[in-house]
């Protein structure tokens, strides 16, 4: 994760309209628009490309820029990172916002932002109700890919009883092996316990993981779970991690197959889904929606604000999201921009070619 190799980028700054935005000089320079300073960023499809948003700029941080805060925003192939969490030292983080709120100027006062951290398939496989406190699964069908083999599973629920009490962190999943020539058994698990972990939890408690090839269980520690390549899901509070990349010494890779539908997702409609409502979808995906070459799958990897969003579903090629904006707060902590992304320039498979994004600074 820290081998950052450095890429060649160019940079192009628009004449000027207005200067509501800073002085010419904050921006390198160039004078801005009132809708800010328009960046043209050549992306490598490996290795980062670092911005700092305040002049705006392309920078080259000391080192590999791990351990630098002199930069706010990164770029790399088809992800975006901010300088926070397991990406940087800084104090950065981002929110994604709607562009219509961002240009009437509805803007949050005291956003809660997002980090940097690890993440994957199951990043987002559920619904929280805020009022409630209650986790409500979406009922997605989560693909599992190893040598070869595929699986597909779905979380029925994220609660579980003992002694007829609720517990959170009981879950109750169905699962499946997918093959050429048809589906494999559907195994119903019940209670995989996943309740160690959580805020200032003991490390050396663990949790369930699950080896879908033997159709077994697990109890591993996350230090066990590092040096093990016997699990292929391993499921820790709210948190689902596979075993690839990030998450573990594996090869297993996931997807979500309705990643694609979360952003319009209702909470009043998912809280609406049972395990008998979503059978039907389980049971229709087959060998065939698995081995979609339009479904992307990855191990565990580094998710941020950008993660899922900053990309139009089923665009070809690939473009950016519509009616989608980020609040980016900078390395420092000081300063915060709104960033938009307007479009890609010869976008390949592997990287989005030239990011042409507009920056203004909000604070």
């Known amino acids: 994760m820290n081998r950052w190799s450095l890429a060649a980028a160019t940079l192009l700054l628009t004449p000027a309209c207005s200067d509501d935005v800073g002085e010419p000089g904050s921006t390198g320079g160039a004078p801005t628009t009132e809708d800010g300073a328009l960046l043209e960023v050549d992306v490598p499809a490996s290795g980062r490309v670092f911005l700092r948003l305040a002049t705006p700029e392309i920078v080259v941080p000391a080192g590999d820029g791990a351990a630098s805060t002199d930069w706010d925003l990164a770029l790399s192939g088809y992800d975006v990172f901010t300088n926070s969490g397991l990406s940087g030292p800084g104090d950065g983080g981002a929110l994604p916002l709607s562009l219509e709120d961002f240009r009437a100027g509805q803007l949050p006062g005291t956003p809660f932002l997002l980090r940097d951290e690890a993440g994957g398939a199951f990043t987002r496989w559920y619904a929280y109700d805020g009022e409630s406190h209650v986790a409500f699964s979406r009922y997605h069908i989560h693909a599992i890919e190893h040598e070869g083999r595929y699986w597909k599973l779905q979380i029925l629920s994220f609660y579980g009883e003992v002694d007829g009490a609720p517990v959170t962190a009981l879950y109750q999943l169905r699962v499946a092996e997918v093959l050429a020539d048809g589906p494999g058994e559907t195994t119903e698990i019940k209670d995989l316990d996943a309740t160690a972990g959580g805020l200032d939890a003991d490390e050396s408690a663990p949790s369930a993981c699950l080896d879908l090839a033997a159709n077994r269980r697990l109890m591993l520690t996350p230090a066990e779970a ?8 391993c499921f820790r509070r709210s948190l ?3 075993n690839g990349e990030l998450g573990g010494p594996g090869t297993t890779r996931g997807a979500d197959l309705q990643e694609k539908e979360t952003r319009s997702e209702a909470l009043a409609d998912v809280k609406e889904r049972t395990a008998a409502s979503e059978l039907a979808r389980f049971e229709a995906a087959d060998h065939q929606a698995l081995t979609d070459p339009a479904v992307r799958y990855r191990g565990d990897h580094v ?9 139009e579903p089923g665009s070809s090629p690939p473009a950016p999201a519509k009616d989608a904006a980020w609040l980016v707060q900078s390395a420092d902590g000081q300063s915060r921009f709104v960033a938009v992304i307007e479009r890609f320039e010869g976008a390949t498979d592997s990287s989005p070619g030239k990011v042409i994004i507009r920056v203004k600074q909000v604070e």
């Open 303 to 311: 998710t941020t604000a950008f993660t899922g969003r900053w990309i």
């Open 226 to 233: 590092r040096e093990s390549t016997e699990w292929h899901v």
């Open 240 to 242: 689902v991690s596979v």
